[in-house]
C-alpha cells in the first residue's frame, strides 16, 4: 500500500498532467518517488515532453526515462478486472468544467469506490464511487478514444501477457465492426437496388 500523501495531487504548470500521472504510476508501480515538483529532475521532465505551456506532446520520452510504459488502454474499466477488481495503475483521461481536459491516475479500489490521484477540485480525498465514472469521461481523439490506460514496468513478463490479450481482443473487435459496417453498405446498396 503506498502512502496517498506521496502522490501528486496538482499540476505545476498549465499542461503537466500527464507528466503528473506517469510520476504517480512511477510512484505506484516502484513504491520510490521519482523527483518532487519543484526539484530540477521536475523541470527537465517538464522540458523533456514539452508540456511547460500546454500537453505533453513527448509523454513517451518520460515513460522511456522512468522505465514504464502503457500496456493496456480501452474505454471501460470492465475490459481490465482481474478476479472482481480493477487492475491497477490505471491513467484516466477526463473532461470537466473545473479541469478542462485531463489526466488522472486510479491507485485503489474498495468496493465500488475508485481513488484518484490529481483530481481533488472534484474528490478532495481521492475516494468517488466508480459509477461516476462516466460523468467525467474525455472522449476525445487526443488518446484514440481511450479513456482508460493501464500502466506497468517496461520489460515486466507480466505485461507482455496483457498486451499480447489486449492486441488479440482488440483484432477481434476492429474485425467485428469491419463485418458490421460491410453488412450494414451492402443493406444500403440492396436498398437503392445496386448490386453487389
Avoid at 498532467?17 to 517538464?46: H, I, M, R
Avoid at 526515462?65 to 491497477?88: F, K, P, Q, Y
Avoid at 468544467?97 to 481513488?115: A, C, M, P
Wanted: aromatic share 14%; hydrophobic share 35%.
Amino acid at each position: 500500500m503506498r502512502s496517498w500523501r506521496k502522490y501528486i495531487h496538482r499540476n505545476s504548470t498549465q499542461g503537466d498532467c500527464q507528466l503528473v500521472t506517469a510520476l504517480n504510476a512511477y510512484y505506484y508501480l516502484t513504491g520510490d518517488v521519482y523527483c518532487t515538483k519543484d526539484s530540477k529532475e521536475y523541470n527537465q521532465l517538464v522540458d523533456l515532453t514539452r508540456c511547460r505551456y500546454g500537453s505533453a506532446i513527448h509523454i513517451e520520452k518520460a515513460y522511456k526515462r522512468l522505465g514504464i510504459e502503457i500496456v493496456w488502454s480501452g474505454i471501460s474499466l470492465l475490459d481490465i478486472m482481474i478476479d472482481g477488481e480493477i487492475a491497477l495503475p490505471i491513467e484516466w483521461n477526463t473532461w470537466s468544467w473545473e479541469y478542462g481536459f485531463h489526466s488522472t491516475l486510479i491507485v485503489d479500489q474498495k468496493g465500488y469506490n475508485i481513488r484518484v490521484t490529481n483530481f481533488s477540485k472534484i474528490a478532495p480525498d481521492g475516494w468517488m464511487p466508480d459509477r461516476s465514472a462516466h460523468l467525467y469521461g474525455n472522449f476525445s481523439i487526443e488518446a484514440d478514444h481511450k479513456l482508460f490506460r493501464l500502466f506497468g514496468i517496461k520489460g515486466d513478463p507480466w505485461n507482455e501477457a496483457i498486451k499480447r490479450a489486449w492486441k488479440k481482443e482488440e483484432k477481434r473487435w476492429f474485425t467485428m465492426m469491419r463485418d458490421q459496417y460491410n453488412k450494414k453498405i451492402k443493406e444500403k446498396m440492396k436498398q437503392r437496388g445496386v448490386v453487389c
